[in-house]
């Protein structure tokens, strides 16, 4: 039988490129998911926030099931529906709205520090997923991170305890993205990096098409020039485009060390933010913004440290085994 022929089946081993690959697609993505906070701000001046969380969704759907026709690509099968919906649960649905609809009440800023979360979350998340113990250590620095950002938004709210009801939602936010971000990682490994964002977004399209429909019903959308376009950037890149490098960056690997260049997320949105918005840098967000990242970090560092090897315990009979000369 010819190597060729249609009986013969050929099962496709894939090779993932080097660690670096991964870590410089990551960049790329968090670079692209950088501008998705300001651009969420500049959208919601006049699109009302459930327009603005479905409605790109909507888009980012369009072009997704279009690849995915376009390049035949294989139906996922069995639980792996489940896993997609627990994707697109977290980074279509959720993310989305919850910062839509928070970013209406806060400064893109704001929003940035209580996001840059992220990577403590995602690595907890994959941690809780993948079921490891790390040290204790781990979930010491992880819960100063969200005391510290728990404590930022408070501060700004009007008092130590008082949180404003946008950061509740920007927190909501951080936990549908990393558990979304962690499952789609590990599934991008099986089912591609680019079909796995695809996969959800189709997965997610029929609700997201009755909340489009329902917010236009309650409020036409019309905006200016400068409005459309940040939507357009949030449903072709930050919904669908940049998720092509980030989760073949995860899928790489490893995802500790890929999450953890999220944590240049927050100062570049920041950076946007003030270059786009006009936004002032003050020193509570500066100083906010730096606790978090650095507990961030550390929770990202001390779990990707590897578990001490236990001393060697000699073999009973070889001890007794007199020495040679």
Sequence with gaps: MRDNSSATLVERTVILPSKASGLWLGLVGVVAFSFTVPFTKVAV???????????RAVVAAVLAGSALALTRQRLPRGVQWARLAVVAAGVV????????FALTATPASHGAVVIALLPAATATAAVLRGRERP????WLVTAAGALAAVAFASL?????????WADVLLLGAVMAAAIGYAEGGLLAREVGAWQTVSWAL????????????VSIAQQPPTAA?????AFGYLGVVSMFLGFFAWYRGLAI???????QIQLVQPVLTICWAALLLGESLTWPTA???????LCAGAAVRVRLQPAPVPPAVPHPARSLQPAKD
């Design 202 to 213: 189709v997965l997610a399209a029929p609700l997201m098409v009755l909340l489009t429909a």
């Design 287 to 293: 100083l906010g913004a730096l606790a978090v990242i």
């Design 45 to 55: 001046a006049s699109l009302s926030p459930l327009f603005m969380g479905s409605g």
């Design 93 to 100: 649905v959720g993310f989305p709205l919850l910062t839509s």
């Design 253 to 259: 690997g490893p995802m500790a060390s890929v999450s």
């Design 135 to 138: 040290p204790l250590a781990f």
């Design 156 to 164: 700004h709210s009007g008092g130590f305890g008082q949180l404003h």
């Design 225 to 229: 020039p400068m409005q459309w376009l």
